[in-house]
């Protein structure tokens, strides 16, 4: 029902930006929610960020407030991940994923996820 493609992943130093891309198709998205995840090896998938479609209402986990900007582009059906001040620790696979319904930041609770796209931020 619905299938995400993320983009825009790459190399960068410490203190630099990248902004991640997840396009979606399939059914209308007014009744989800997107959240951003990232998982590095060895780890558990990690949650990032979330947005409510139809609202705009958007959360951060800790690590990432003040330096991560989550956001939508209904016309392209796409979301933002636009990351500044990038950090070692940031390096990581990040998914786009969506759910129906609630926003979590529960990785199982989501229902659709993208490929992945890597991130890597170099000391």
């Known amino acids: 029902q619905v299938q995400l493609v993320e983009s825009g992943g790459g190399l960068v130093q410490t203190g630099g930006s990248l902004r991640l891309s997840c396009a979606a198709s399939?059914?209308?998205?007014?009744?989800?929610?997107m959240g951003w995840f990232r998982q590095a090896p060895g780890k558990e998938r990690e949650f990032v960020a979330r947005?409510?479609?139809?609202?705009?209402?958007?959360y951060y986990t800790d690590s990432v407030k003040g330096r991560f900007t989550i956001s939508r582009d209904n016309a392209k059906s796409t979301v933002y991940l636009q990351m500044d001040s990038l950090k070692p620790e940031d390096t990581a696979v990040y998914y786009c994923a969506a759910i129906l319904g609630k926003p979590s930041s529960t990785a199982g609770d989501y229902d659709y996820w993208g490929q992945g796209t890597q991130v890597t931020v170099s000391s």
């Open positions: 399939g059914r209308t998205f007014s009744s989800f929610a």
């Open positions: 947005i409510r479609w139809r609202d705009d209402n958007i």
